[in-house]
């Protein structure tokens, strides 16, 4: 998906800044089951700037996700389970509150990878949950965030073992409607297991026809090693969509 903004005034006098800003948004699924095995991945990954007068090229998205759950079926629904997830970003993000812009974080740093075996619920491609009660963690930073994001100062990565419980429900809302829910619950048994990391994201998205689409995605991020308060994105446009099919 590519959403596109612009906005350019002249002479107005209410005032404005001429401004571009693009995203890119790229969502890939590929799963495999023979017999009682099923191996379901999904990437989530997107990418956006903004170019404003007078400030220049500015980041307005960035992220990474893969998710894969390796499954065997124990019955009906039910499967024993090993699943991977990985978070990160691509490329350097800066505090623009702050002169001169304050660099909070970069390529790979943070990176999240938790993976732990489960059980794992699953109707179809669009409703599963997998339950993961003994989740290993591992948070990775570069040397100059050495302290920050739950690693202790003079180490680049920490180590966690926890609960972990991750769910992926889409449904259609209405005719051409779709809303699409990822969440990702975590709590640490070796670090205040009271303080529980939640990741949940919402995607809404209105095909208008087999080209063009209306998006909007809210994520919410709560995670006290990372920021002392709610993270919280929005991003709203009309893009240009293509979806690749393969059966």
Not at 23 to 36: C, Q, R, S, T, V
Not at 38 to 50: A, F, H, M, T, V
Not at 90 to 106: A, K, V
């Amino acid at each position: 998906t590519f959403l596109l903004n612009q906005s350019s005034y002249s002479n107005w006098v209410s005032g404005g800044e001429n401004a571009v800003s693009g995203n890119i948004l790229i969502n890939y699924d590929f799963n495999y089951k023979e017999g009682k095995w099923k191996w379901d991945n999904k990437i989530i990954s997107s990418y956006g700037l903004s170019f404003v007068n007078n400030q220049g090229f500015r980041k307005t998205d960035d992220r990474f996700e893969y998710n894969s759950v390796l499954a065997y079926n124990a019955n009906k629904r039910w499967y024993f389970s090993f699943f991977s997830n990985f978070i990160s970003q691509f490329s350097s993000g800066f505090d623009y509150s702050q002169n001169p812009n304050r660099l909070i974080s970069n390529t790979l740093s943070p990176a999240y990878w938790s993976f732990g075996p489960g059980m794992f619920w699953r109707k179809n491609d669009n409703y599963r949950i997998n339950i993961a009660p003994a989740t290993s963690r591992f948070t990775f930073v570069s040397p100059t965030f050495s302290g920050q994001y739950g690693v202790e100062p003079g180490k680049t990565s920490a180590y966690g073992l926890g609960f972990n419980l991750s769910g992926y429900i889409k449904f259609d809302l209405a005719k051409n409607v779709t809303i699409e829910n990822i969440v990702q619950i975590y709590s640490d048994y070796l670090d205040k297991p009271q303080n529980i990391d939640v990741n949940y994201q919402t995607n809404f998205l209105v095909n208008l026809n087999k080209l063009f689409t209306l998006n909007l995605t809210l994520h919410t991020i709560i995670d006290d090693k990372a920021a002392s308060t709610e993270q919280f994105r929005q991003l709203f446009g009309f893009g240009f969509i293509y979806t690749f099919h393969k059966i």
